[in-house]
């Protein structure tokens, strides 16, 4: 048996997430559907991180054993033949056989988009959450500057979440802004359910002014959920990348 590292690019909004579900559509389904057709064997696609329904992935990592002969490479390009066009594996290689897509990571990156103008965009609606009222963009990157490094994050994971650690490290945490485009960017070594959404919900509001900044450290002191912003809409987030090696800046958050 060989072991295959897919990287995933995906749009979301006909998806209900990456999970394979009994009753809905997931991607995880289509792709171990395809790799059946592909090689003949019933194969499970483990992947490194359970998007939502309507979440979107442009470096989804995921792994997979098969005994087929096709050189690993040559995956990316077989499956593509087979996919819908909202599901594309990027790149594929064969990994050692202690690799696992979820366990070996280190840490991911997560973007989450906004636009801020009087009417919602026809081009961008998939992809960019609507924000009717204007974005103190300079307000939002001094907001996020609060979340790097080492917290307990309890605050910032949705209801039903039933992970007993909360404590995560966070070394990046941007707020850019292109015209009407207020881009966010995160970093680290992982997130709680829904964390990502809850943390662009907030900034949103605190931007907007609904919120007065300092939201976020209290949050992280009280572990009080109703000290943020509303959870973000799905279809505004993607995961951009995993990571299974470090940077030097990640490091010294790590250490």
């Known amino acids: 048996?060989?072991?295959?590292?897919?990287?995933?690019?995906y749009d979301g909004m006909n998806y209900a997430g990456w999970q394979r579900q009994a009753n809905a559509l997931a991607v995880q389904q289509v792709l171990e559907e395809r790799l059946k057709k592909l090689t003949g064997e019933?194969?499970?696609?483990?992947?490194?991180?359970?998007?939502?329904?309507?979440?979107?992935?442009?470096?989804?990592?995921?792994?997979f054993d098969t005994a087929s002969r096709i050189?690993?490479?040559?995956?990316?390009?077989?499956?593509?033949?087979?996919?819908?066009?909202?599901?594309?594996?990027?790149?594929?290689?064969?990994?050692?056989?202690?690799?696992?897509a979820r366990f070996s990571t280190r840490g991911k990156r997560y973007r989450y988009l906004f636009y801020d103008a009087p009417h919602a965009g026809a081009l961008n609606r998939n992809t960019h959450?609507?924000?009717i009222y204007p974005l103190n963009d300079a307000v939002m990157r001094e907001e996020a500057l609060t979340l790097?490094?080492?917290?307990?994050?309890?605050?910032?994971?949705?209801?039903?979440?039933?992970?007993?650690?909360?404590?995560?490290?966070?070394?990046?945490?941007?707020?850019?802004?292109?015209?009407?485009?207020?881009?966010l960017i995160v970093e680290g070594n992982g997130f709680l359910y829904n964390m990502v959404r809850i943390i662009a919900g907030t900034l949103r509001d605190v931007g907007s002014g609904k919120l007065?900044?300092?939201?976020?450290?209290?949050?992280?002191?009280?572990?009080?959920?109703?000290?943020?912003g509303v959870t973000a809409p799905a279809h505004g987030l993607t995961l951009m990348e995993v990571f299974y090696e470090l940077d030097e800046r990640a490091k010294e958050f790590m250490s």
């Open 42 to 63: 019933t194969v499970v696609l483990h992947g490194a991180s359970r998007t939502d329904a309507g979440v979107h992935a442009l470096g989804q990592s995921a792994h």
């Open 148 to 183: 790097l490094g080492k917290h307990d994050f309890a605050a910032f994971a949705a209801s039903g979440s039933v992970v007993k650690d909360t404590v995560r490290t966070i070394w990046r945490a941007d707020v850019e802004r292109r015209d009407h485009e207020v881009k």
């Open 1 to 9: 048996m060989r072991r295959i590292h897919l990287i995933v690019e």
């Open 212 to 228: 007065s900044p300092g939201a976020l450290a209290r949050a992280i002191e009280t572990g009080n959920r109703l000290d943020l």
């Open 129 to 131: 959450a609507h924000s």
């Open 71 to 100: 050189p690993g490479e040559k995956f990316s390009y077989a499956l593509n033949a087979l996919l819908p066009p909202d599901i594309r594996v990027r790149r594929s290689e064969d990994v050692p056989p202690d690799f696992h």
